[in-house]
């Protein structure tokens, strides 16, 4: 068994993923605040209302092993700008998802994310010895859906009401997947889009 707790650091050229802590949150609201992404209604992104709700929630995941979050940093600047994690982790089927992610606007397209990503599935399958990695985003967001797209994941299909949002609408999900059969072609994929 995988002791989740346990923190991990996963550094690449551009990025180091480290976990999140409670102290964050002043650092992960300047972040979310370059673009203003809590206004994003297809996506849930920590706002001055809802941070502190956001981490206790992640932090009480990890103490229930149901979670693994983490703060990105950028190497250059040393500044959180962003956050993802490994959610829904179901050990004895050895798979799990990564999902919560996102990045402050000035760092999306620039080749962060592709990094955050490769970083995750590479300790997911080397390290954990996951057989699925899974992905989900609302049907509505089709800036996620096609990122997930170019990282090599499959789409499995659509949650139909998955689940309600805070205002009460109903939210498709869009499922996609990695599995360990074809991790190998999807790191060397990834690898040369990092050069």
């Known amino acids: 068994m995988i002791d989740w707790q346990i923190p991990i650091v996963l550094s690449g050229t551009r990025v180091e993923l480290r976990p999140l802590e409670s102290n964050h949150q002043e650092e992960l ?21 809802t941070v502190t709700r956001y981490v206790e929630t992640a932090l009480m995941e990890l103490r229930e092993q149901r979670s693994l979050p983490f703060i990105v940093v ?35 397209r620039t080749g962060v994310n592709t990094e955050c990503k490769y970083l995750l599935l590479k300790q997911a399958f080397e390290q954990y010895q996951t057989i699925a990695v899974e992905f989900k985003t609302n049907w509505f967001n089709f800036k996620s859906r096609e990122a997930i797209l170019r990282l090599g994941a499959k789409q499995e ?10 205002d009460g609408s109903f939210r498709d999900s869009v499922v996609f997947s990695i599995i360990q059969s074809e991790w190998g072609s999807v790191r060397r994929s990834l690898e040369h889009k990092m050069k």
């Open 157 to 166: 299909g659509v949650l139909r009401n998955h689940r309600i949002n805070s």
């Open 74 to 108: 950028h190497k250059e600047t040393g500044k959180i700008i962003g956050s993802t994690r490994y959610c829904h982790i179901d050990e004895p089927n050895k798979r799990l998802e990564i999902g919560y992610t996102w990045y402050a606007k000035s760092y999306q």
């Open 29 to 49: 609201l300047m972040a979310a605040s370059d673009g203003e992404l809590w206004d994003l209604w297809y996506t849930s992104v920590p706002s001055e209302k």
